[in-house]
């Protein structure tokens, strides 16, 4: 069904299932893996409070912790996963790695690091489908789906 596989990761519990998703994907279609994380570069911050190469230095650590968490859960499947860190626009990142493996889907998380990052600088997710030329699978993660007598409509 997919003869390669792109997950796009930003630590966050979404992009946990999504890893988990994509790794099991991998194994079932014996196909290629690839990880990406990227490092967010519209945020600027031009006051004495906030040190920018302090926030790229956190941004990097989530990145490679991210990606190691990738590495870790593919060679327990017996996979191996070739990964990335860009940096830039994140859904241009990703789609741009997708293209240069030219990968059969991509996997996302339905939820990222930051809602409210979202709502200010526009969904990861939602740019990616919109604009990707092939197949974007979005993992929404296990916890949002459970219903509970209190919230029966999550």
């Known amino acids: 069904m997919y003869d390669s596989i792109l997950v796009a990761t930003d630590g966050s519990d979404g992009a946990a299932d ?23 570069t519209r945020t600027e911050y031009d006051n004495a409070i906030v040190d920018p190469e302090e926030v790229e230095r956190r941004q990097r650590e989530r990145a490679e912790d ?9 060679t327990d499947a017996g996979l191996s996963v070739e990964t990335v860190i860009r940096s830039g626009v994140p859904h241009e990142q990703i789609l741009a790695v997708a293209a240069d493996h030219d990968v059969g889907v991509i996997v996302v998380g339905a939820r990222g690091r ?24 979005v993992v929404s993660d296990e916890s949002s789906q459970s219903a509970t007598e209190d919230e029966p409509f999550r």
Do not use: I, N, Q, W
């Not at 790794?23 to 290629?32: Q, S, Y």
């Not at 930051?114 to 699978?137: E, I, N, Y």
């Open 18 to 40: 999504a890893t988990d998703h994509a790794v099991e994907l991998a194994g079932r279609f014996d196909v290629p893996l690839y990880g990406v994380a990227v490092l967010e």
């Open 66 to 74: 991210a990606l190691s968490s990738l590495e870790a859960a593919a």
């Open 114 to 137: 930051s809602s409210l990052k979202g709502v200010l600088l526009g969904s990861t997710v939602d740019g990616v489908v919109r604009l990707a030329d092939r197949p974007v699978l």
